[in-house]
């Protein structure tokens, strides 16, 4: 029997690169849906449970500070366009510790944007919070979601010039949740009448 031989021609070569970009391509694809398919779940009423509780958390310590201020330590961050002095005070940064330590802890990996950063001292131990509150159990949704499609946005201490002033009936803390850049849940504390309003 002879021996045969195959030759490429330059149209050849180019059809068989082509049919191996597109498989290629195909099979990166796959790849990426399965990866998305096995992405880590999160449970949105253990999310929004959790928002609560460090909301509150966050405004117990605001809440503390103020009454002791000696412990304020106010300084000057920033002027806003207006060019009024932007404040901050040690009530800020312990509330984002608070704030961002326990959503990290309960959600690692999770997208978390806070209006205040302090690197210089994080927590050393950021506590767990409840992802069971009765009062989020009986609302009627279960839904989850993707952990990527997630932002989660905090403000630690709004209205901190009127908190300088002890005007503490404007004070809040804030979280506020995205879903795919859509906001879909808030939650808004007020540490000194202690009322926490949710949105769903």
């Known amino acids: ?12 070569i180019i059809l068989i690169a082509l049919v191996a970009s597109v498989v290629l391509f195909y099979a990166v694809g796959r ?11 999160v449970d949105m009423k253990e999310l929004l449970s959790a928002s609560i509780d460090v909301a509150r958390r966050g405004g117990d310590r ?3 500070i103020r009454e ?22 040690a009530a800020d940064l312990e509330s984002h510790r608070i704030m961002y330590g326990g ?31 009765p009062e989020v159990s009986s609302l009627d949704f279960d839904i989850t979601v993707p952990l990527s499609d997630i932002t989660v946005w905090i403000d630690p201490l709004d209205s901190t010039q009127e908190f300088t002033e ?33 949105l769903c």
């Open 1 to 12: 029997m002879g021996s045969s031989n195959i030759r490429l021609t330059r149209m050849g």
């Open 166 to 198: 002890n005007l503490t009936e404007y004070v809040t803390t804030m979280v506020c949740i995205a879903v795919k850049g859509k906001p879909v849940i808030g939650v808004v504390h007020q540490p000194f009448t202690h009322e926490t309003s949710e």
């Open 62 to 64: 605001v809440r503390t």
């Open 103 to 133: 959503l990290s802890k309960a959600f690692p990996n999770m997208k978390i944007i806070s209006e205040e950063h302090d690197d210089s001292s994080p927590l050393t131990e950021p506590y767990q919070p409840e992802t069971s509150l």
């Open 31 to 41: 790849l990426l849906s399965w990866h998305r398919y096995f992405e880590r779940r």
């Open 68 to 89: 002791d201020p000696r412990q304020m330590n106010e300084r000057v961050k920033g002027e806003t366009k207006e060019g009024a002095k932007e404040m901050l005070t």
